[in-house]
């Protein structure tokens, strides 16, 4: 049985979980298809240009896939890491991303961005890549997250990188030695050598 160019659609966008209208025109097919099948309730659409199965859930994870699809250079962190790692109890209103030292901030209608800069082995040090609905997510790490929490402290507060670094400690999401290291990395160990030494008394 021959399937039609609208079923091609929507079984693209079900495998994928996630498609952007420009993903679909380099698959050869014409955006007008996503808009269609939205139309007839057979797609989501969350942000502008963004489609989605009618049977994903609209979730914190499917923001995170959201800012990854739209904006590829960045990775999740500070906040949004630390939710993702279940290693705050907060639910960010924005998702927090890290992009190259001088690349432009994006401007989304959705979903809202946090974005803090860094450079070279700041910003590539400790990225893991997870499947989100299909889409490739990269994440730091929890040890090289409450590095970056200690950095970024005056953003987001002294107490949320303690407790940060507590949960990852206890739970246990990284080793004293993982965040040393980076720590180092992120040059803030002389500022977390005091809470880190607590642990180790």
């Known amino acids: 049985m021959t399937i039609t160019t609208a079923q091609q659609v929507l079984q693209l966008v079900q495998k994928r979980g996630m498609v952007r209208a420009r993903d679909l025109t380099a698959q050869g ?93 700041a910003l590539t040090a400790g990225i893991e890549e997870h499947q989100l609905g299909g889409v490739a997510v990269r994440v730091y790490c929890p040890a090289k997250t409450v590095a970056d929490c200690f950095k970024f402290r005056n953003k987001i507060g002294l107490d949320v990188a303690l407790q940060a670094l507590k949960d990852c400690s206890t739970k246990p999401r990284a080793s004293i030695e993982e965040m040393w290291q980076y720590a180092r990395i992120c040059r803030v160990d002389l500022i977390m050598r005091p809470y880190l030494q607590s642990f180790t008394a």
Do not use: I, K, N
């Open 29 to 121: 097919f014409s955006p007008t298809h996503l808009q269609r099948l939205y139309e007839q309730g057979l797609l989501l659409r969350s942000g502008r240009g963004v489609y989605l199965p009618v049977e994903a859930e609209l979730s914190e994870q499917g923001s995170l896939a959201e800012a990854a699809l739209r904006v590829p250079a960045g990775v999740v962190c500070l906040l949004s890491a630390l939710q993702f790692h279940g290693l705050t109890t907060q639910l960010p209103h924005q998702v927090w991303l890290a992009l190259p030292l001088r690349a432009y901030t994006p401007r989304l209608d959705y979903p809202p961005l946090r974005v803090v800069h860094l450079s070279r082995q």
